[in-house]
């Protein structure tokens, strides 16, 4: 059984960072991309990043503020956070397009319990 864990919220001032980490764990598997999403209070989970092989892609409200980066060798992906707003409050999730090595290989999409991040102006 594969598991996504997050760790890396906290409460932090505008203008601050964090780091976000989410790291897999199990056996037998392989992952190709991962993600992180956010949801704020009454809306919608919202693409923030996502990494696959050398190409990375963000939405345009954390562009030149937040960097993705992935340590394969830990199967780990992470979320620097700079230069944060109020608006950037949310849970934080990731999630991994992981292949099971099984009798039968197949590729499910893993998500993780979510971080709380919450800028204070």
């Known amino acids: 059984q594969v598991q996504l864990v997050e760790s890396g919220g906290g409460l932090v001032q505008a203008g601050g960072s964090l780091r976000l980490s989410c790291a897999a764990s199990?056996?037998?598997?392989?992952?190709?991309?991962m993600g992180w999403y956010r949801q704020a209070p009454g809306k919608q989970r919202d693409l923030v990043a996502t990494?696959?092989?050398?190409?990375?892609n963000y939405a345009d409200s954390v562009k030149g503020r937040f960097t993705i980066s992935r340590d394969n060798a830990k199967n780990t992906v992470y979320l620097q956070l700079n230069s944060l707003k109020p608006e950037d409050t949310a849970v934080y999730y990731c999630n991994a397009y992981i292949t099971i090595f099984s009798y039968t290989n197949y590729q499910r999409l893993y998500w993780g319990q979510g971080t709380q991040v919450t800028v204070s102006s």
């Open positions: 199990g056996s037998d598997f392989s992952i190709s991309s």
């Open positions: 990494i696959s092989g050398g190409s990375t």
